[in-house]
């Protein structure tokens, strides 16, 4: 609104967008009167209001986004206007690169980031290829005795084993390996724990113990004794870091190898669980892989990949992506007022029939054909794109790959029983166990 004098103190992105579609009030009471998901909220809106929404749960609106443009926008044009408050994962993860802002975020990532460049990835591929054998090994004793697993546990079991390894320098032993279970017990607790931080803290307390009592064991095994059989892991980035950088406290250090630790191997684990469901359904898909070259090539490499990719799709390893407006602009067209909470729903995107035909549909070839995916960037975006995107995709792509090579010609899991729906927290993981036996 301008002033008597003709000056409106607006600035200009916020006069010359035109208003964000917001989602009639009375449907979002009815959603919390049903007791729903978020997801359920968040698809009503897109389904109803398209690629940038706007929904009130509170005073302050809510922005979602969708659309691939204003996705790229939010996240890659302009970090600066859209920014990150604080993750979820906070009470776990404390100031770890995740969850850190402003210029000890900048700090921290570059500190990280040569590590998992094409470069930095290769003194991790040994650590990984050795994580498989152990991994097919089991599998290959479960098909010998017909002994029943749980493949999402045998999927975490992997994905810690690897990033423990990358960590440390050593392969994860039974005991470390048991009290780490605490980890994913915090990341399964955290959509039903209380919204006040010193509740949620309390609720999860044995659990944090735990996790900060093996930190600490691995903090001091790395100063003491120096670089695993496997030689130095990011552990010993981190402390050699401590020596000439004072913002490395033990507590960082702590935090740091924690948020390594969950986005190093929840992901991936949930994400190959998923595929092993999808392949269930789908079992074709393993055939195709299979049939794309010999062992080794590049084209059976490729195929395999392709099954990853398409998994992520599905479900992202980022399904949900939390921003705040720290100034008003024009998002692809909209006034998005300063102060608005932004949500990038990469999960909600990846299923757009506008952008992928038949989006409910398994199809890795979607990855395999040309023209087969959408080819803007904000499109596909399964760890997020821009300045915060995950850091570890190299990795987790590799991880995936290496144990999909050793495990897909040799072994198909007959599942006793799947889970019937998802559950969305940190990552979008099966609601339940995955209890199997092998047939070779």
Request: proline share 8%; glycine share 8%; hydrophobic share 40%.
């Amino acid at each position: 609104m301008a002033t008597e004098a003709g000056f409106d103190p607006r600035p200009p992105a916020a006069r010359t967008g035109r208003p964000v579609p917001e989602l009639d009030p009375a449907l979002v009471e009815r959603w919390r009167s049903e007791g729903a998901e978020l997801i359920d909220l968040l698809v009503l809106v897109r389904e109803r209001l398209g690629g940038v929404a706007v929904f009130r749960l509170g005073p302050s609106p809510t922005v979602l986004v969708t659309d691939p443009r204003a996705v790229r926008h939010v996240l890659a044009l302009h970090p600066d206007r859209y920014v990150k408050r604080s993750h979820r994962a906070r009470l776990l993860i404390g100031d770890g690169v995740l969850a850190a802002t402003g210029e000890a975020w900048k700090s921290q990532r570059r500190l990280l980031q040569s590590q998992f460049t094409g470069t930095g990835m290769r003194r991790y591929e040994q650590r990984i290829a050795e994580a498989a054998r152990v991994t097919a090994g089991r599998w290959a004793a479960y098909a010998r005795t017909g002994q029943p697993f749980d493949v999402g546990l045998e999927m975490r079991r992997f994905a810690l084993d690897t990033i423990w390894r990358s960590l440390t320098g050593h392969p994860l032993d039974e005991g470390t390996e048991r009290e780490l279970g605490a980890v994913a017990a915090v990341v399964a607790a955290m959509p039903e724990l209380p919204a006040d931080t010193a509740g949620a803290r309390e609720a999860v307390a044995a659990d944090l113990a735990g996790i900060d009592a093996v930190a600490h064991y691995a903090i001091e095994a790395a100063r003491g004794r120096g670089a695993g059989p496997d030689g130095p892991g990011l552990l010993h980035l981190l402390l050699d870091a401590a020596a000439t950088r004072p913002e490395y406290t033990d507590r960082l250090i702590r935090d740091e190898l924690v948020t390594l630790l969950v986005a190093g191997h929840e992901t991936t684990a949930t994400t190959l669980t998923w595929l092993y469901l999808l392949l269930d359904r789908h079992p074709a898909a393993r055939e195709e892989a299979l049939a794309a070259g010999a062992p080794g090539s590049a084209e059976r490499r490729s195929a395999v990949q392709a099954l990853v990719h398409e998994t992520l799709r599905l479900y992202p390893s980022a399904w949900i992506l939390p921003r705040h407006a720290a100034e008003a602009d024009v998002l692809t067209g909209y006034a998005v007022e300063a102060g608005s909470d932004v949500v990038v729903c990469p999960y909600l995107t990846h299923r757009d029939p506008e952008l992928w035909p038949d989006p409910e549909r398994f199809d890795p070839r979607r990855f395999t054909t040309p023209d087969g995916r959408p080819t803007h960037p904000g499109a596909y975006l399964p760890f997020g794109i821009g300045p915060r995107a995950c850091l570890g995709l190299r990795f987790a792509l590799r991880e995936s790959t290496v144990l999909l090579e050793q495990l897909l010609p040799a072994h198909v899991p007959a599942f006793h029983s799947v889970p019937t729906k998802a559950a969305y927290s940190i990552t979008v993981r099966p609601d339940g166990p995955t209890p199997a036996t092998l047939d070779s």
